[in-house]
T-cell receptor
Framework: GAVVSQHPSRVICKSGTSVKIECRSLDFQATTMFWYRQFPKQSLMLMATSNEGSKATYEQGVEKDKFLINHASLTLSTLTVTSAHPEDSSFYIC?????????????FGPGTRLTVT | AQTVTQSQPEMSVQEAETVTLSCTYDTSENNYYLFWYKQPPSRQMILVIRQEAYKQQNATENRFSVNFQKAAKSFSLKISDSQLGDTAMYFCAFMYNNNDMRFGAGTRLTVKP
C-alpha cells in the first residue's frame, strides 16, 4: 500500500515551452503533497507544499509563477514548469502524506527527469 | 530553523560487515520525527527506518538500527551484515509537527564484494 506514481518518468522539452508533471497517490488519500527538486549528487530541496483545495505554499526562492502547482483532488497534484529554460533541467520528486497518518511519514514518487534543450 | 547535517559524503564497507552513518540535527522542538531514507540508483526514495523523538528506545528494522541521542541531537544509522543491495545514497531527515521534511546532504554508501 501507499504507492505514489509520477508521470512522465522522463520528459524532454524545448526552451520556452511548458511541461506538466503529475503526482498521484494510487491507493490512499493525501491531504498534503510535496514537490522536491534534486540536482545530480545533491539532496532533495523542497520547492512547495500542496494542500488539496488550497493554494500551494512555496519555499523561499522558488518562483510561484514559474512552477505552478495544482492540488485538484485528494489523489492528484500537478507541477507545471512554465517557459522552461535549460537551468530548470533537474530531477523532480513528489511525495504524499497519508490523510489520517500520525507518524508524518511521506511516501515518495519515483521521480521525473526533466531535460530542457 | 531545523537543520540536518550529514558529515560523511561517502563511505564504503565490505560485504557482511557493519557500517554506521552519522546524522546530527538542530532544533528547539521537543517532539519530532527522524527518518533515514535510501535512494538507490533508480532514485526511488525508500524509507529505511523511523524514530519518534518521544520514544527512548532505539528503532530497529531487521539489519538496520539507529542510535538516537536526543540530548546530543544525534541520529546515526547502523547497517549490519551489509549487502550489495545496500549500495545507495542515504538521507537523514527531520520532521516536526506535521510540517515539511528537511533532508541532510546525504551519504553515498558503497558495499564492496
Amino acid at each position: 500500500g501507499a504507492v505514489v506514481s509520477q508521470h512522465p518518468s522522463r520528459v524532454i522539452c524545448k526552451s520556452g515551452t511548458s511541461v506538466k508533471i503529475e503526482c498521484r497517490s494510487l491507493d490512499f488519500q493525501a491531504t498534503t503533497m510535496f514537490w522536491y527538486r534534486q540536482f545530480p549528487k545533491q539532496s532533495l530541496m523542497l520547492m512547495a507544499t500542496s494542500n488539496e483545495g488550497s493554494k500551494a505554499t512555496y519555499e523561499q526562492g522558488v518562483e510561484k509563477d514559474k512552477f505552478l502547482i495544482n492540488h485538484a483532488s485528494l489523489t492528484l497534484s500537478t507541477l507545471t514548469v512554465t517557459s522552461a529554460h535549460p537551468e530548470d533541467s533537474s530531477f523532480y520528486i513528489c511525495s504524499a502524506r497519508l490523510r489520517e497518518q500520525v507518524s508524518y511519514e511521506q511516501y515518495f514518487g519515483p521521480g521525473t527527469r526533466l531535460t530542457v534543450t | 530553523a531545523q537543520t540536518v547535517t550529514q558529515s560523511q559524503p561517502e563511505m564504503s564497507v565490505q560485504e557482511a560487515e557493519t557500517v554506521t552513518l552519522s546524522c546530527t540535527y538542530d532544533t528547539s522542538e521537543n517532539n519530532y520525527y527522524l527518518f533515514w531514507y535510501k535512494q538507490p540508483p533508480s532514485r526511488q526514495m525508500i524509507l529505511v527506518i523511523r524514530q519518534e523523538a518521544y520514544k527512548q528506545q532505539n528503532a530497529t528494522e531487521n539489519r538496520f538500527s539507529v542510535n538516537f541521542q536526543k540530548a546530543a541531537k544525534s541520529f546515526s544509522l547502523k547497517i549490519s551484515d551489509s549487502q550489495l543491495g545496500d549500495t545507495a545514497m542515504y538521507f537523514c531527515a527531520f520532521m516536526y509537527n506535521n510540517n515539511d521534511m528537511r533532508f541532510g546532504a546525504g551519504t553515498r554508501l558503497t558495499v564492496k564484494p
